[in-house]
């Protein structure tokens, strides 16, 4: 067990939650708003998705971005900001006969460059990079990263100065992250975001959460977190193997059965277990010194 563990809160995602609680956060506003809700409770880190204000969807517009940090900015100087960079992946196949002939209307697949725009122009302290293509959900949906795709995005982080969160759907993704490290793609304190839970990716489980621990490099930093009703058993789990821990309505939209959450009653009720189980939670300054970021 860490004696510090980090919070991170992800604040919206960019899955198909509006209509499916109260207050999803969809506008800069409200998603701004809900981080430095998040960041009150004891979050010391926000990861932002963005969303179309008009209809919902996610998005990755970097005037999107940039007013989303603006707002957190003005308010809140210390929290350490985490933006997505896995829009930019999506494909979703055709029907049937037809696979080649791709939903046009939701894919959407573009480049390296062209996915990192937004830090690249923004320099957040952290962002995501997804390690690996998934299966995503039962439909035809896929999310694309080849290996190619992603030692350029590992590269282009690296030359903004940006520390990159592997995120980990499944054993395969964890395999290619350590082999990017090898290559010396990812700077000293490799940070891994264990994902779990998500269909078809790795289980939300102790014995699969503990499995992907073991396999990790000497050095790296870690955090991890399970989906729905799983978000706050694999929190437990999480401290109780030494690592960090993500919560937030992207995974869950419930602070129990029946009750809607916010990102803040979620960050409360994360910081209530750490506390419970002997560990304390971390400051966005003590968080720094723990993922080595210069302020």
Known sequence: ???????????????????????????????????????????????????????????????????????????????????????????MVGEGETPRQFDEANTDLV?????????????????TLDCGTLNFGDGNSI?????????????????????????????????FARQMCAEGLIADKPLFQLCLGIPWGAPGDPQTMAYQVAQLPAGAIWAGFGIGRNQFPMVAQAILLGGHVRIGLEDNLYLEKGVYASNG????????????LGSTVASPAEARDILGLKK
């Open 1 to 91: 067990m860490t004696p510090k563990t980090i919070i991170t809160c992800a604040v919206t995602g960019a899955g198909d939650t509006v209509g499916k609680h109260p207050a999803i956060p969809v506008t800069p506003e409200q998603i701004a708003n809900s981080a430095l809700e998040a960041a009150s409770a004891g979050a010391a880190v926000v990861h932002c998705h963005v969303r179309n204000p008009e209809t919902g969807k996610g998005a990755r517009s970097v005037d999107l971005y940039r007013d989303v940090m603006e707002r957190i900015r003005a308010k809140n100087t210390e929290v350490i900001i985490n933006l997505t960079a896995g829009m930019g992946g999506d494909v």
């Open 143 to 175: 999310v694309v990263q080849t290996p190619m795709q992603l030692r350029q995005q590992a590269k282009l982080i690296k030359s903004y100065g940006v520390k990159p969160e592997m995120e980990i759907f499944d054993s395969g993704n964890l395999w």
């Open 265 to 276: 009653s979620l960050t409360e009720k994360a910081t209530r277990l750490i506390e419970l």
């Open 111 to 127: 480049g390296p460059v062209e996915r990192l725009l937004h830090i690249a122009e923004l320099r957040p302290e952290i962002c």
